[in-house]
């Protein structure tokens, strides 16, 4: 398990794009869904119809870009296949 909340108050006391290495949440996170533990940083978007959880994985060396979007109803964390398969490229 990991703790949710803990994860989205982390993200709400800071602004933008942040390194994950030194939250406890979010290690417990990426290793709740099997997500590399590739360079991370995450954001949590606040717009008029919701909040978002933003995530960026980077490979030590990067050939490219990949940009994933998922389905509303889909979680982000049940495509570490996809996030395994794009950081190998």
Same mark, same amino acid.
């Given at each position: 398990m990991y703790d949710r909340? @803990?994860?989205l108050a982390w993200l709400d006391q800071r602004d933008g794009?942040?390194?994950t290495r030194d939250c406890q949440p979010c290690s417990d996170y990426l290793r709740f869904y099997h997500l590399p /533990?590739?360079?991370? /940083?995450a954001a949590r978007l606040?717009?008029?119809q919701g909040r978002v959880f933003v995530q960026c994985f980077s490979p030590a060396v990067a050939t490219g870009s990949a940009v994933y979007v998922h389905g509303f109803y889909d979680? @982000? @964390?049940m495509q570490w296949k996809t996030v395994a398969r794009l950081l190998e490229r």
């Open positions: 909340e @803990g994860l794009f942040q390194d /533990r590739a360079e991370h /940083r606040v717009t008029p979680h @982000g @964390g």
